[in-house]
């Protein structure tokens, strides 16, 4: 079945240096990838989408790269602080009927900074 | 300030004994979703809804009802709650077709108890 899962469920960095989050996909019919971070206690948080005819989109310190090939996403985080430690998951929404507007999210990749 | 919010944020019942959560957001968004949240399965669809009186199924819709009477509000309704609905669920909000889906917006979550 269509599934969006994730490399590794910890990452650990050192403060400063960058950050790479990986995720793998299955279902080629999505249309976006999205990331969202959610910080301990609360909700996700929108970071950065991307739409599945591009290969790359940069933000704030982020950046995702899509290889469509080998069907894979990472999020790149730049200079990484302390505030970036949180889970962080990738989402796909894809255009298979009924479920054009819905979000498929993994189960998440636990970044910690180190001081 | 622009939000979602949900009541109660904790909650500890019995089985069988009915219950609401509710979710209300300030940003005129037309689409609103219900997550659960459980170790290792990330978030996982339950309903949404495209507008007013406009309701779906998610991924895991069975044990739950919503509505949507109004805009802003999109209560979760749980008829009869088993053990297996112990989770945390998020309530989140999206402009939909005037803005984006993709772009979510989460409530602070509300964990939920069945004994």
């Known amino acids: 079945g269509e599934s969006v899962g994730l490399h590794l469920p910890t990452l650990s960095v050192q403060e400063g240096d960058n950050s790479i989050i990986n995720c793998a996909y299955s279902?080629?019919?999505?249309?976006?990838f999205i990331w969202y971070k959610q910080e301990s206690g609360k909700g996700p948080q929108f970071i950065i989408d991307?739409?599945?005819?591009?290969d790359k989109r940069q933000g704030q310190r982020v950046t995702v790269l899509l290889n469509k090939t080998v069907k894979h996403l990472s999020l790149q985080i730049a200079a990484t602080q302390p505030g970036d430690s949180a889970v962080y998951f990738c989402?796909?929404?894809?255009?298979?009927?009924?479920?054009?507007?819905?979000?498929?999210f993994g189960s998440g990749t636990q970044l910690t900074v180190l001081p | 300030e622009a939000q979602v919010t949900q009541n109660p944020r904790y909650l500890i019942t019995v089985t069988g004994k009915k219950l609401t959560v509710t979710c209300s957001q300030n940003m005129n968004h037309e689409y609103m979703s219900w997550y659960r949240q459980d170790p290792g399965l990330g978030l996982r669809q339950i309903y949404y809804?495209?507008?007013?009186?406009?309701?779906d199924k998610g991924d895991v819709p069975e044990g739950y009802k919503v509505s949507r009477k109004e805009k802003r509000n999109f209560p979760l309704i749980l008829e009869s709650p088993s053990p297996n609905q112990t989770s945390l669920y998020f309530c989140?909000?999206?402009?939909?077709?005037?803005?984006?889906?993709?772009?979510?917006?989460f409530g602070p979550g509300t964990r939920l108890t069945v004994l």
């Open positions: 809804s495209m507008n007013v009186e406009v309701t």
């Open positions: 989402a796909e929404k894809a255009l298979s009927s009924g479920s054009a507007r819905q979000l498929t």
């Open positions: 991307i739409r599945s005819n591009m």
């Open positions: 279902n080629s019919a999505s249309d976006y």
């Open positions: 989140a909000s999206a402009a939909g077709v005037l803005g984006s889906y993709n772009e979510q917006f």
